[in-house]
């Protein structure tokens, strides 16, 4: 069975400081990776996802994950943060199965809070 | 608005007593999925829908639980004889079927249930 596990459930940094949020997995089969964001009184969004092809992908708000295949992980940085990016961030998998539908099975989720 | 919407926002209940969670998914999508949420907790999976059938409901609990959508777009998702241990945020997503978006889910706001 596939599992995820976020190893920190809170991380506090300062703003402008470097951040990354740990996930690894435990998959025998190839699995697609997110990141999901939850900034306060928010719905869940996506952040960037790794499907195919290079491992490093990137969202548009300077965040960005790589796929080690050998180590079962999918850590997410960012160089410098910002008090906006105060939010719960959860990183899921989902069996590639060859098509594109499945459940998600998602992290328990860190609370990343930046201070001035 | 063109997001998941989810009614309602709060719903308290007493134990024992029956309760209905509608999800309304964003126009087109033909994946619907439904997660639970609990304190603490990344969401789990509860059932995903392919159009009207039901394509995987590994993830209902019990025979409690129960969720329709009969003309492929609104689901609901039905619980009977609640118990305190049902409280949580129930979350909605819908996704494409096809093409390069296929695999994001999108989530609605969530229903928060609490059964007293």
């Known amino acids: 069975a596939q599992s995820v596990t976020q190893l920190d459930s809170q991380v506090p940094v300062f703003e402008e400081a470097p951040v990354e949020l740990r996930c690894n997995y435990s998959s025998s089969v190839s699995v697609y990776l997110f990141w999901y964001v939850q900034y306060p009184n928010q719905g869940l969004q996506l952040l960037l996802k790794?499907?195919?092809?290079?491992?490093l992908v990137e969202s548009i708000n300077g965040f960005e994950a790589e796929f080690n295949k050998s180590q079962t992980s999918f850590h997410l940085r960012k160089p410098s943060v910002h008090i906006s990016d105060t939010a719960e961030y959860f990183c899921a998998v989902r069996i590639s199965y060859g098509g594109s539908q499945g459940n998600l099975i998602f992290g328990k989720g860190t609370k990343l809070s930046v201070k001035p | 608005g063109a997001g998941v919407s989810q009614t309602p926002s709060n719903k308290v209940t007493e134990k024992g007593k029956y309760v209905e969670l509608r999800c309304d998914p964003i126009?087109?999508?033909?994946?619907l999925y439904w997660y639970r949420q609990s304190l603490g907790q990344g969401p789990e999976f509860l059932i995903y829908f392919q159009g009207t059938g039901a394509a995987d409901d590994s993830g209902l609990p019990n025979d409690r639980f129960f969720a329709v959508r009969p003309e492929g777009s609104v689901s609901t998702l039905k619980i009977q004889r609640t118990e305190r241990g049902d409280s949580a945020v129930y979350l909605c997503a819908s996704s494409l079927t096809s093409g390069r978006l296929a695999d994001t889910q999108y989530f609605g706001p969530g229903t928060r249930l609490t059964v007293l």
């Open positions: 126009s087109g999508h033909t994946a």
């Open positions: 790794y499907l195919s092809g290079s491992t």
